[in-house]
């Protein structure tokens, strides 16, 4: 079997689809990634062929904002829900569908995967009569921003003549969801081809290791501080976040990510250790919480165990933010709540109330519980060789959705 991955050209969204890639290379199968040529670099790093289609983020960001109003919302679950399904399915889908088709044809994939914000993959897929699979990114999102994408890529579909239905291509085949249940969507029962599979990460070849500091930290607590590596240029947020926590007795590991400079924070005490980039499965294990954006990171995070002070700076971090509160795992500033006091108060919070740290292993619990990526490989597998949708036998799916198969 030959599987093409897709995914949006960030890191966040090339990670979490790893696993799934190496237990499907590891299976015997041939596997390559598609997504924007600043991306591709790191994908082969990773081991894996790749091959550039489409825009890359920032280019996908300036033009989106250029084209749609709702771009000029302030972060929030309002803007996301508004603004991202037009931006991913108007501007950022045409230009990779269109590198997309020639690709497949000339490779000749059994199977697409795409991560679901790449509605490019669907399109593509569907003119070149391959099946294809969406890997969440993490809790569904709702269903109303999948509807609004779908009527935005109408041009796209009419210029092409296909039809992906009203959820932009979504949930046709196979949907492999990666939230644990206590945090996921009661949406999620609305998907007759949803079936579950953690995508917890590991560094695997081609990653840097660990600095040699990291083995010798003193025992206080270790406090990991990251923003990610897409919402993570505003310098004042995470200079606000290390003044907040250096002066405790805690190890503060800081990564602000591989563009930034780490020198911009300014000297730091010898407690605070600042990075570009570390590996996070790899770090993780070392650490006793989290403050961090809330991004795609944060499965990874809670399957660790360890609770997470959740900053949410845009895209749908809002939303996880407000499942990881509920669930008790986590704590959360929003952006206009964000400075050292208030960080330092919430940091003290969950390192003395043991309730957080419990209901993270709880999360971490349900992960283990879950199918691993090898498990759907084989899921993989029979949607190649059965080119139709794999309706889970999941309880309480009735009146679930399933996309209609394209004609032929």
């Not at 310098?235 to 290390?242: E, F, M, S, T």
């Not at 590996?279 to 650490?287: E, F, G, R, T, Y």
Request: with cysteine; net charge negative; aromatic share 6%.
């Amino acid at each position: 079997m030959k599987a093409l991955f897709t995914c949006l050209p960030g890191f966040g969204h090339f990670l979490p689809m790893v696993p799934l890639a190496r237990a499907t290379a590891d299976a015997g199968h041939d596997v390559a990634f598609a997504t924007a040529a600043d991306l591709c670099p790191r994908v082969e790093a990773a081991g894996f062929r790749a091959f550039p289609a489409g825009i890359s983020l920032s280019d996908q960001l300036e033009r989106a904002g250029h084209q749609y109003e709702e771009a000029n919302l302030p972060p929030g679950k309002q803007r996301f829900e508004s603004f991202v399904p037009k931006m991913l399915a108007g501007v950022a889908a045409p230009e990779r569908a269109a590198d997309l088709v020639p690709i497949i044809e000339d490779w000749s994939p059994d199977l697409l995967v795409h991560d679901e914000t790449d509605f490019g993959g669907p399109v593509a897929a569907t003119i070149t009569g391959i099946p294809y699979a969406d890997q969440s990114v993490g809790m569904l999102r709702p269903l109303a921003m999948s509807r609004l994408a779908g009527r935005t890529l109408a041009p796209l579909t009419k210029e092409w003549g296909v039809d992906l239905g009203e959820f932009g291509g979504l949930f046709r085949y196979l949907y492999l969801d990666v939230c644990p249940p206590s945090l996921q969507s009661r949406e999620i029962d609305q998907i007759a081809v949803a079936h579950p599979m953690h995508n917890l990460s590991d560094a695997g070849p081609g990653e840097d290791g660990l600095p040699p500091w990291v083995s010798d930290l003193p025992p206080d607590p270790t406090v990991y501080v990251s923003l990610g590596t897409i919402f993570n240029r505003d310098p004042h947020v995470l200079a606000a976040i290390v003044e907040g926590v250096r002066e405790e007795r805690v190890n503060v590991i800081v990564t602000v990510g591989p563009d930034n400079d780490p020198g911009a924070l300014g000297t730091q005490p010898s407690n605070v250790h600042v990075e570009r980039y570390i590996p996070q499965p790899n770090l993780l294990p070392h650490c006793d919480f989290v403050v961090n954006q809330g991004g795609t990171a944060m499965l990874d995070i809670l399957g660790q165990g360890l609770p997470i002070l959740v900053l949410p700076q845009g895209a749908n971090q809002f939303h996880n933010a407000e499942a990881c509160v509920s669930r008790g795992a986590g704590r959360s500033l929003l952006p206009g709540e964000i400075s050292p006091g208030s960080v330092r108060q919430e940091m003290q919070y969950l390192l003395e109330e043991p309730g957080y740290r419990s209901a993270a292993r709880q999360i971490r619990d349900e992960f283990r519980l879950m199918p691993g990526p090898e498990e759907a490989v084989a899921l993989l597998e029979r949607l190649a060789d059965e080119r139709a949708p794999l309706v889970s036998e999941a309880v309480g799916r009735q009146g679930a959705v399933t996309e209609p198969e394209p004609p032929g």
